[in-house]
């Protein structure tokens, strides 16, 4: 008989003391972990999940639709009933912080992701620039929000000028990261909008 485990997303109420599931993907038959496994939400909306019996990695879309499988195999038959490679835990790495800006109005409104999900909360700098002159309009050091939980910061961008007269201005966003990565995302500011 072929099993399957599941990968299941909690909502945890420790006020309560009461889990709340949100989440639950059934893989396909075959896709089992007795012992334990990983499941990792990542910023982009896509799952990682680990699947420790079978040695095999896999990652699933909005759509809980499988985008790719890595699989681990011994080079030869090894003894006992694991005859396998174990897998245990899984981790998405990004080469630099993710940056999403949600609004560019008198306040700009700006998610941010750190490169690696990290269970404590880790030093980051926000920088807004004007693009063509590289003027320094707005900085702030945040913390990035652990679990590769978006962070979300509002920053105000003083001295930008408001009016319906006004033309928009380019900027850039730069993230940087306690491990000096840095991250960047272009928005042009609409003064008509303040």
Not at 15 to 21: D, L, N, P, S, T
């Amino acid at each position: 008989r072929e099993v399957r485990s599941k990968l299941m997303e909690l909502e945890v109420d420790t006020a309560q003391g009461r889990a709340r599931e949100t989440w639950l993907l059934l893989p396909p038959l075959g896709k089992y972990g007795p012992r334990y496994g990983d499941i990792n939400r990542l910023p982009g909306g896509h799952t990682l999940g680990v699947f420790s019996f079978v040695s095999s990695v896999m990652e699933y879309d909005e759509k809980d639709r499988p985008v790719w499988e890595l699989k681990f195999h011994p080079k030869k038959k090894m003894a006992g009933p694991y005859n396998q490679f174990w897998v245990w835990h899984v981790e998405r790495f990004f080469k630099e912080p993710l940056v999403k800006v949600t609004s560019a109005r008198a306040v700009l409104a700006v998610s941010v992701w750190n490169t690696v999900r990290t269970r404590y909360k880790a030093r980051g700098t926000i920088t807004v620039k004007e693009s063509a002159t590289q003027k320094q309009v707005q900085q702030r050091s945040f913390q990035f929000s652990a679990n590769h939980r978006p962070t979300n910061l509002s920053l105000p961008l003083p001295g930008l000028g408001c009016g319906a007269q006004a033309s928009p201005v380019p900027l850039v966003v730069e993230v940087k990261n306690a491990d000096g990565l840095v991250g960047k995302a272009d928005v042009a500011f609409s003064p008509s909008d303040c």
